[in-house]
């Protein structure tokens, strides 16, 4: 499927969400589908169900409620996040097909860099192994259990999602840990999971330059296109 892909770096968060909601506002059937990569400045954001407990110890970087799904997560530099623009009548598969496409599009961004993603039951976004490194085989087993009690023994997340859907389209989308400041993590209960460990592709042992923001943010985007 085609979009428009365009990059938006620096990405002030709250300019972001108000021109993605203008956008899908004013949007009509002939308006072409779109994909914005976004690189923020350092920002909490919390969804509808978010609850503000989750938020530990902000510091100094500020808290955002927004209309996306999902509970707490943390942008900021050194991390790619896509948001995807579409109209859903253009396909032929409904919102729980679409959040799947967009963890398939992750996993295979990452499988591009050699890191084997994978999902846990119950908890959207992409996980790793905490002991794989990139470019080595990863025969850990993956998570299997109870949706409602999800295990996250041995694992860290890399990619959060939350998207939101009006009036047929969509907007939000997923994020993905390049090569950042991790300890903001730790200021908050990721996605409402208290202790859940995050990660990025440089503590996975891939080789990070400056270009390499530009080199994963271009290839999310060719994958998110092809599973969409």
């Known amino acids: 499927m085609d979009f428009r892909v365009k990059t938006i770096r620096p990405a002030p968060y709250q300019e972001t969400y108000d021109a993605m909601r203008e956008f899908t506002a004013a949007r009509t059937l002939e308006t072409p589908d779109e994909i914005w990569l976004c690189e923020h400045f350092p920002v909490y954001t919390l969804g509808l169900a978010g609850k503000p407990?989750?938020?530990?110890?902000?510091?100094?970087?500020?808290?955002?409620?927004?209309?996306?799904?999902?509970?707490?997560?943390?942008?900021?530099?050194?991390?790619?996040?896509?948001?995807?623009?579409?109209?859903?009548?253009?396909?032929?598969?409904?919102?729980?097909?679409?959040?799947?496409?967009?963890?398939?599009?992750?996993?295979?961004?990452?499988?591009?860099?050699?890191?084997?993603?994978?999902?846990?039951?119950?908890?959207?976004?992409?996980?790793?192994?905490?002991?794989?490194?990139?470019?080595?085989?990863?025969t850990l087993p993956l998570p299997a259990g109870d949706p409602k009690n999800p295990d996250f023994t041995g694992l860290a997340k890399i990619s959060a999602l939350g998207v939101k859907l009006s009036s047929h389209c969509t907007y939000h989308g997923i994020a993905l840990n390049v090569k950042m400041d991790l300890q903001p993590f730790e200021w908050i209960n990721p996605c409402g999971y208290a202790n859940l460990k995050t990660t990025d592709l440089f503590t996975m042992g891939v080789p990070i330059n400056e270009h390499s923001w530009e080199q994963v943010a271009t290839r999310l985007s060719e994958q998110l296109a092809c599973a969409l």
């Open 53 to 138: 407990e989750h938020v530990l110890a902000p510091h100094d970087i500020p808290v955002v409620h927004t209309n996306r799904g999902g509970q707490v997560t943390y942008h900021g530099p050194g991390q790619v996040v896509a948001y995807v623009l579409l109209d859903m009548r253009r396909r032929d598969y409904f919102i729980r097909d679409y959040v799947r496409r967009l963890e398939q599009a992750v996993i295979g961004t990452l499988a591009d860099f050699g890191v084997n993603g994978f999902l846990v039951p119950g908890a959207p976004g992409v996980y790793v192994h905490t002991q794989a490194v990139a470019g080595q085989p990863d």
